[in-house]
């Protein structure tokens, strides 16, 4: 959707990563498709968490309440299993608890500024307070430097939503080279199943309502 309202204009028309799963081995089938399905329940956070960390990367992904990735089930499945990255800064705590203290907060910082908890805000003001967060850079937020904070969310974010093929399908990514493979490699080289970006020069960031 647009800041409008109306529907976006897909980038790729008639392009979908999932119309190639026959050229895909079964365990990579497996995998894509069931990503697709029914969310898994949420079991690491809290009914608060989850409602903050929706909000969060709603700002995050620009997905303004878009569920048809479920980003924030995707990172709790994560946490509730302890499938890290593998690695953390020394200075930041394990994950998931270092989930639970930065939901926490933007959930004080939201009562503080607005007297409301962060999921109850405003997108802009969200947006203002996750901001926040990002700008103090190096600088420590709620015990934590600020800028560990930010990749934990945004590593989580971006692992969770570029998994998905509905973001494949945005972005005109055709989803595993295995074991077909690519042979046009190079810059504006398409394989025959690929779609040309219909505005290639529009920055896909942009919150102009375009």
Not at 50 to 62: G, K, V
Not at 63 to 82: F, H, Q, Y
Request: a negative charge.
């Amino acid at each position: 959707m647009t800041a409008s309202g109306a529907p976006r204009r897909a980038r790729f028309p008639g392009f979908s990563a999932l119309g190639q799963v026959r050229h895909w081995d079964p365990a990579t089938v497996a995998s894509v498709v069931s990503r697709t399905g029914r969310a898994a329940d949420i079991r690491f956070f809290t009914p608060a968490e989850e409602a903050a960390a929706n909000a969060l990367c709603d700002q995050l992904l620009d997905l303004r309440g878009d569920r048809t990735v479920s980003v924030v089930n995707m990172i709790d499945a994560r946490l509730a299993g302890d499938e890290t990255d593998g690695w953390r800064y020394e200075d930041m705590p394990e994950d998931g608890a270092a989930w639970r203290r930065s939901l926490g907060g933007l959930n004080a910082d939201a009562t503080q500024t607005y007297g409301q908890g962060f999921a109850e805000l405003p997108a802009e003001d969200q947006g203002k307070l996750v901001q926040a967060v990002q700008d103090l850079g190096s600088r420590e937020w709620h015990g934590l430097k600020a800028a560990h904070v930010w990749s934990l969310w945004t590593r989580y974010a971006c692992t969770a939503f570029y998994s998905h093929p509905a973001a494949w399908d945005e972005i005109g990514y055709p989803g595993p080279a295995y074991p077909r493979g690519y042979k046009n490699a190079g810059v504006d080289a398409r394989e025959p199943f690929e779609v040309k970006d219909f505005q290639p020069a529009r920055d896909p960031v942009r919150r102009d309502g375009a």
